[in-house]
């Protein structure tokens, strides 16, 4: 009854005043019918009691609604701080926090998620020769979804290699000291060419497929490599040390690989070795000190850029062992 009265009352309502308004026009006009209502006290009351109760119910009605609105906006906002709190749960299970040790392959995913969100992504590197670092941004890069607004922007910054060092260098027996190494660095400058060759093929890649332009940059910079360094835009920095020497026989002075003759002088290459270290992570959203080692990296990484110089190709007159630059 109730739900059949709450669906008739509008109806009925509306009767009841359309037709108050029918008699009271026809009582304007036609005498017999004015004369009959007139003096009719009880009537005009219970007309008006019609009127209160219409504006009561719709009192009601608003108060209702009123009280549902604020209870949905309630519900709502408390949904909102229950997903944000689940969010950021989420997150912090994700991403290590800061300053807690990571490895590579954390780095790469965090990449992937910098690139795939779309918009400007800019990744910075220093790297020995970028093995561990171009290879999986590349295979990352070529696997993106379509987006042709994407811009990624991979700035890379290596040792240079076409002047003598001595870590990556020789171990002699006699002495034991460290001497340059000429055809090893020789190879690494091949390496490197290799690999920024191998991303701007993918700047091309990404064109064809409609996932974003792609710029590549490599300098180069005469030091020692025992930093690892990588920054995405200037949020997250990880960074870590080339941990780990390895000294095996010189296959690159010597490509056959042959043992020294009886008298000579052991000679034996002693190399850096960054597969498997562990990196560092900051990131500015996590308060102090993460904020300062991001803003301190970054400035770091910046200062060395700004006074590199570009990747040159390899030639006669910049090959290893011969004078180059």
Known sequence: MAARWSRAESSVT????????????????????????????????????????????????????????????RQLRETVRRLTDEVQGLTARLDPQTGEGVTM?????????????????QLSGVCFTGETFVEPLRRVLEDLPPDPSRSVSVRILVPDFTRPVDVPGLVRGTDGRLTDAPGFRRHLVEKIAGYERALRTTRGRMLTKDQGTLSVEFRTVHMTPFLKLYAI?????????????????DEYTDPAG??????????????????????????????EPGR??????????????????????????????????
């Open 14 to 73: 509306k009767g009841l005043l359309l037709a108050v308004f029918v008699v009271g026009l026809v009582a304007q006009f036609v005498k017999p019918v004015g004369d009959a209502l007139e003096g009719k006290t009880y009537i005009g009351g219970a007309l008006l009691s019609i009127v209160g109760y219409v504006l009561y119910a719709e009192v009601l009605r608003l108060n209702a609604a009123r009280d549902t609105q604020g209870e949905g906006a």
């Open 105 to 121: 392959d954390l780095l790469i995913e965090e990449c992937a998620r910098a690139v795939a969100r779309g918009g400007e992504t």
């Open 233 to 249: 835009g200037n949020e997250v920095v990880y960074e870590g040390i080339y941990d780990k020497l390895e000294v095996r026989p």
């Open 258 to 287: 042959l043992p020294p003759e009886p008298g000579a002088d052991e000679v034996r290459l002693l190399d850096l070795i960054g597969r498997g270290s562990l990196l560092t992570r900051w990131s500015r959203y996590d308060g």
């Open 292 to 325: 300062g080692h991001v803003d301190r990296r970054c400035g770091f990484f910046g200062t060395l850029w700004d006074v590199a110089r570009p990747l040159t190709p390899l030639t006669p007159q910049t090959a290893p062992g011969r004078g180059g630059a």
